[in-house]
């Protein structure tokens, strides 16, 4: 208990401290734009996610309906 305990300390503290350091990087004296396009491959993730989110959902449920069905014929 107490090691995962600190594996989970240990990985917020690096979490954190490597978003200071990616807070702390300047822009460059000839960029145009400040901002960060994080559109394109935000939005391919988030589908990603939500497909195969949907995919493992019907998968539980038809192996369910499977075990559902093979218990009420054994009754």
């Known amino acids: 208990m107490y090691m995962k305990l600190n594996k989970?300390?240990?990985?917020?503290?690096?979490?954190?401290v490597i978003s200071v350091h990616a807070l702390?990087?300047?822009?460059?004296?000839?960029d145009p734009d400040d901002s960060v396009p994080l559109d394109g491959g935000?939005?391919?993730?988030?589908?990603?996610?939500i497909g195969y989110g949907a995919k493992r959902l019907m998968k539980k449920?038809?192996?369910?309906?499977?075990?559902?069905?093979?218990?009420?014929?054994?009754?």
């Open 61 to 75: 449920k038809e192996n369910n309906a499977d075990i559902r069905a093979k218990d009420a014929t054994e009754k």
């Open 42 to 49: 935000l939005t391919i993730a988030l589908v990603a996610g």
């Open 24 to 30: 702390a990087q300047g822009t460059l004296p000839g």
């Open 8 to 16: 989970i300390i240990v990985l917020l503290l690096l979490t954190s």
